[in-house]
Nanobody, 119 residues
């Protein structure tokens, strides 16, 4: 199970540190991703981290502004989103998979998402 928290309303240029708590699986044995879906758009992986947290990946739209990290002891993923723009308004999801799927949309395990609105 994956549960996101920390979304909300933020002004343009603002920051949000969200979290994704995992349970029922060995957190550091899974590849993890932070994925967003804007209304009418497909899901887009914006940040991902390999099993164990050794390697991170960022979409071009997120480079320099987003960071992703994980705390294996707490089974929690921490996406940090800085300098947000209105184009970042979307539902954001946490995803996990036994394979390192990087920024793919085809993860097998998903949270319910948290809404981020930049306005």
């Amino acid at each position: 199970q994956l549960v996101e928290s920390g979304g909300g309303l933020v002004q343009p240029g603002g920051s949000l540190r969200v979290s994704c708590a995992g349970s029922g699986f060995t957190f550091n044995a899974y590849g993890l991703s932070w994925v967003r879906q804007a209304p009418g758009e497909e899901r887009e992986g914006v940040a991902a981290i390999d099993t164990g947290g050794g390697v991170t990946y960022y979409a071009d739209s997120a480079k320099g502004r987003f960071t992703i990290s994980q705390d294996n002891a707490e089974n929690t993923l921490y996406p940090q989103m800085n300098n947000l723009s209105p184009e970042g308004t979307a539902m954001y999801y946490c995803a996990a998979d036994r394979f390192n799927l990087q920024l793919s949309r085809f993860y097998t395990n998903w949270g319910r998402g948290t809404q981020v609105t930049v306005s």
